[in-house]
């Protein structure tokens, strides 16, 4: 844990975290009171308001002193965050800190993943381990791994029993952006998150293009936070996961995005039809012919190498 009880403030690096809200503003309070009880002085806070409602600025001054407050139309989690980020980065931030609206932190956090961002070479991000709201002795994420063949980015441990089996410090291949601290080199080197993405695997897009110049993503198993989980975004996750996959996997791993297409085609769309779930297959069958849609336009980018 980096400790600056006796460090002038000048000496410490600053940090942003970058908070988005879209339509919670009562778990958005909560993670602002929250961050203000953090033990690390040099942080700021940018809130991102990006849905029908919003938490004001005099709340959020009430709630964590100098929070600065910005709203925008809702073009999606990675452009939201790139707001915030663009912001800190004018501002002369060291760090940015993405923090989910529905994440809880701990006053040692901030603390405990800057101990580990000084000290490492090459460090694009990193980030705790996440436990889930309801089972604190249930993990979430430690870690994201990929298969070999790159056909499927899963986060290490989920579901299992905490027993102490992550309690330690590894590279990985992608970081939650669920909380996420990120170094200012590295977003000036590899660039904000693609908001083509809209909703989910912008992080993990994010982590391969900083791996691919040769950062590293590092997983903090001393860290822990709990994360409630899908409160704005539970009800659009049937469509937009499985599209970010599938557009992820054709600018990454090409050869492997039709597979995906067909084993998704082959699973979800026939059970919906034999489960005559019709809201569930048009659903799945917009999310077919919206990757489809966009396939060249993901082409060009690749021939432009974007």
Known sequence: MLTHSATPASNMPLVSAVVVNYNADEETRDCLRLLRQTDYRKLRVYLINNGRTGVTSETAHATFGDAEVLHAPNRGFAAACN????????????????????????????????????????????????????????????????????????????????????????????????????????????????????????????????????????????SVVVHKGGLSTHPVRAYYYPRAHLVFLSRHYPYQAFPALRRFYSHNVRAHVRARDWVGLTTDLRVCVGFLRQLPTIVLRQMRGQ
């Open 83 to 222: 707001l915030g980020i663009q912001r800190a980065l004018r501002e002369g931030t060291d760090y940015v800190w993405l923090v989910n609206n529905d994440l809880a932190v701990t006053p040692t956090t901030l603390s405990d993943l800057l101990g580990v961002a000084e000290s490492a070479e090459n460090l694009a991000c990193c980030g705790p381990k996440i436990v889930y709201r309801d089972r604190a002795d249930t993990i979430q994420f430690a870690g994201g791994f990929a298969r070999k063949d790159a056909s499927f980015w899963f986060p290490r441990g989920d579901w299992e029993r905490d027993v102490g089996q992550y309690d330690h410090t590894e590279q990985t291949d992608w970081i939650s952006g669920a909380c996420m601290l990120v170094a200012r080199p590295a977003l000036r080197d590899i660039g904000l998150l693609d908001e083509s993405y809209f909703l989910y695997y912008e992080d993990v897009d994010w982590c391969v293009r900083a791996r691919k110049r040769h950062w590293r993503c590092l997983y903090v198993g001393t």
